[in-house]
C-alpha cells in the first residue's frame, strides 16, 4: 500500500494479516463496518515496525504530511500450508545472528533476515512465504544446502517474491549466501502450520 498524504481508501476488509512499515507514517483508522464505523483514532508508526492485524473492517486515511508505504500479506481463504516435513527446523534456529522474529500469531511470522557481504546462513527449512527486499543485490540459494547447486539471484530494493513450498527445495529446504556487492536486508513473512 502506498498512500499519498490526505488519501483515504474505502471501507474494506481483511482476514488476519501481516505488515510491515517501509516508512514511518501517520494514520487515521476507522474500526467497523461502513454502517457502523466507531471513532477514528490516530496510530504514529514507525519505519520497521511489524504489526499482525487481527481481522475485520475498516478505513484508513494518511494525516502525515509524507507517503506512507506499507507492505501487507494475508492468506487466500483457499491456500493452506502443506505442513511441517520430518525434522522442520526455523532459520530462527539455525542462524539467529542472521534471522529475527519481528512479529508472530497463530498464522504468521514476520521475519528479518540481515546478512553482511559474504556471509551465509545454515540449512533451514520455509513453509510458503513471501519476501520483501530492503536492501541487497544478489544472493546465492542452495537447495538441500548443496553448495554444488547454488542459484543466484539478482534482487533489488522494493521486490517482492513469492516463495512457495511448491517449487521445491530451492524456497523449501535451503541455505543462503549474500554473493551481492552490498548488505542484504528482507523482510519475510511466512504462514506457520
Sequence with gaps: MTA????????HEHPSHSMYFVTSCKLEIKDGPPD???EAHVAEVPAGAAPIFPAGPHQVKNIGD???????????PLCKPCGLAEGFTTPFTTTPECYKVLAENDDWITGELTMEVGQADSLHDHLDHLIYVLEGDEVTIYPMGVLGDGHAVPIKPGAGLAAPMSAGPIFAKHSMKNTGTVPLKMIFFEMKK
Excluded at 499519498?4 to 471501507?11: F, I, Y
Aim: proline share 9%; net charge negative.
Design 66 to 76: 509524507a507517503d506512507a508505504k506499507v507492505i501487507f500479506v494475508e492468506s487466500f
Design 36 to 38: 457502523a464505523q466507531g
Design 4 to 11: 499519498a498524504p490526505g488519501s483515504e481508501d474505502q471501507p
